[in-house]
């Protein structure tokens, strides 16, 4: 089993900047992803990065605003996000791929991934 624990949403002004922490269980780095879910669309793949966070690996629509990053040693993953805007607002989540060793186009997958934070709101005001 693995437990994943999020932190860092909230309510702020478009333009402005948020970092969400994902802190794991356990000792064993991996292939980590957020995830994003606004109300009434449906789940959208973030990003995702390495088991030791050499690689990352965005979505278009975030790529230059948003930075994935992970710190082995304290089993924590990070996703910074500059210049948020109104249509980021969504419930972020993290999730660990345990099966996988290596990220790839798999990665963005949702269905790939076997464990899930409990998501943490942000709010992006016009």
């Known amino acids: 089993q693995v437990q994943l624990v999020e932190s860092g949403g909230g309510l702020v002004q478009a333009g402005g900047s948020l970092r969400l922490s994902c802190v794991a269980s356990?000792?064993?780095?991996?292939?980590m992803g957020w995830f994003r879910q606004a109300p009434g669309k449906e789940r959208e793949f973030v990003g995702a990065?390495?088991?030791?966070?050499?690689?990352?690996y965005y979505t278009d629509s975030v790529k230059g605003r948003f930075t994935i990053s992970r710190d082995s040693a304290k089993n924590t993953v990070y996703l910074q996000m500059i210049n948020l805007k109104p249509e980021d607002t969504a419930v972020y989540s993290c999730?660990?791929?345990?099966?996988?060793?290596?990220?790839?186009?798999?990665?963005?997958?949702?269905?790939?991934?076997?464990?899930w934070g409990q998501g943490t709101q942000v709010t992006v005001s016009s």
């Open positions: 990065i390495s088991s030791r966070g050499g690689i990352t």
């Open positions: 999730a660990a791929d345990v099966s996988t060793l290596l990220l790839g186009p798999r990665s963005s997958w949702a269905n790939e991934y076997e464990y």
């Open positions: 356990g000792r064993t780095s991996y292939v």
